[in-house]
T-cell receptor, first 113, second 113 residues
Framework: TQLLEQSPQFLSIQEGENLTVYCNSSSVFSSLQWYRQEPGEGPVLLVTVVTGGEVKKLKRLTFQFGDARKDSSLHITAAQPGDTGLYLC?????FGTGNQFYFGTGTSLTVIP | DTGVSQDPRHKITKRGQNVTFRCDPI?????LYWYRQTLGQGPEFLTY????????KSRLLSDRFSAERPKGSFSTLEIQRTEQGDSAMYLC???????????FGQGTRLTVV
């Protein structure tokens, strides 16, 4: 059973378009991370959100943590080909007490020039 | 220290052979995690160490899998009598004790033929 569900699973858009990726769960998480992964490489951490309702911006990327800390979203403005990759959300359930990180199913993004 | 490093990056082995992977975490990180990832999926948790103690193991970790972290530094993951179903990317991550962010290595791609 997957604790975190991501949608959409695949996304192909034109350069310059906006997009939103969702990460949903019925469980509460103490924090949630977003990673970007390229083929054959390990996931690279983009951001961590820890407070319900928190919004963080990283250049053209905006991350939001749901008020109830059960869901998160990643919004990309004016997508560029360099944004292509697999986007993963991962949640930690324990409050820093050693629990594993649960990963979402992933969203594969392709930005067409 | 530039991050988590894994060795080898790629391994091709014949079915039935044993393989061992190594992970060197970020030096001040107490926690070390092993994950497995198949194509197009999010990483699945295998096991985690706090210092030298292995505190959690997934049911995915069959008796053919063993992991160690002697002296709480580097870790090894051994797979005995490999099967074709073991083909995957094996990812190592580390984090500080009281933080919730995990940083990943580049992974070891295992192909069992």
């Amino acid at each position: 059973t997957q604790l975190l569900e991501q949608s959409p699973q695949f996304l192909s858009i034109q350069e310059g378009e906006n997009l939103t990726v969702y990460c949903n769960s019925s469980s509460v998480f103490s924090s949630l991370q977003w990673y970007r992964q390229e083929p054959g490489e390990g996931p690279v951490l983009l951001v961590t959100v820890v407070t319900g309702g928190e919004v963080k911006k990283l250049k053209r990327l905006t991350f939001q943590f749901g008020d109830a800390r059960k869901d998160s979203s990643l919004h990309i403005t004016a997508a560029q080909p360099g944004d292509t990759g697999l986007y993963l959300c991962a949640g930690a359930r324990g409050f820093g007490t050693g629990n594993q990180f649960y990963f979402g199913t992933g969203t594969s993004l392709t930005v067409i020039p | 220290d530039t991050g988590v490093s894994q060795d080898p990056r790629h391994k091709i082995t014949k079915r039935g052979q044993n393989v061992t992977f190594r992970c060197d975490p970020i030096s001040e990180h107490n926690r070390l995690y092993w994950y497995r990832q198949t194509l197009g999926q999010g990483p699945e948790f295998l096991t985690y160490f706090q210092n030298e103690a292995q505190l959690e193991k997934s049911r995915l970790l069959s008796d053919r899998f063993s992991a160690e972290r002697p002296k709480g530094s580097f870790s090894t993951l051994e797979i005995q009598r490999t099967e074709q179903g073991d083909s995957a990317m094996y990812l190592c991550a580390s984090s500080l004790r009281l933080t919730t962010e995990a940083f990943f290595g580049q992974g070891t791609r295992l192909t069992v033929v």
